[in-house]
């Protein structure tokens, strides 16, 4: 059974940062891509950042420069370190997974966690 579990939200102060992590459990993580998503209240789910088995990144373009995306193989994890965060970063942050890359940017691949909520106060 595949699992995907997000760790680290909380509640932070605009400027602040957050580092988030994704567990994966029962794939191959290293074969699979893999991506962050967001929803912000009353808004659809967006890509927030993914990354390619192949080391290819993508980023929206409102985290550029401020998000960096990673991947550990060994421990079966990625990450999310979030500098410089927003009030408009605020949202329920979500792990995703699949064999192929693009279907984890278009947000249609297999494996979805269940998120991990990401506050940002003014």
């Known amino acids: 059974q595949v699992q995907l579990v997000e760790s680290g939200g909380g509640l932070v102060q605009a400027g602040g940062s957050l580092s988030l992590s994704c567990a994966a459990f029962g794939i191959i993580f290293s074969a699979n891509a893999m991506g962050w998503y967001r929803q912000a209240p009353g808004k659809e789910r967006e890509l927030v950042a993914a990354f390619g088995r192949g080391g290819s990144t993508k980023y929206a373009d409102s985290v550029k420069g401020r998000f960096t995306v990673s991947r550990d193989n060994a421990k079966n994890t990625m990450y999310l370190q979030m500098n410089s965060l927003k009030p408009e970063d605020t949202g329920v942050y979500y792990c995703?997974?699949?064999?192929?890359?693009?279907?984890?940017?278009?947000?249609?691949?297999?494996?979805w966690g269940k998120g991990t909520l990401v506050t940002v106060s003014s």
């Open positions: 995703n997974g699949g064999s192929l890359y693009t279907a984890v940017v278009a947000g249609r691949a297999n494996y």
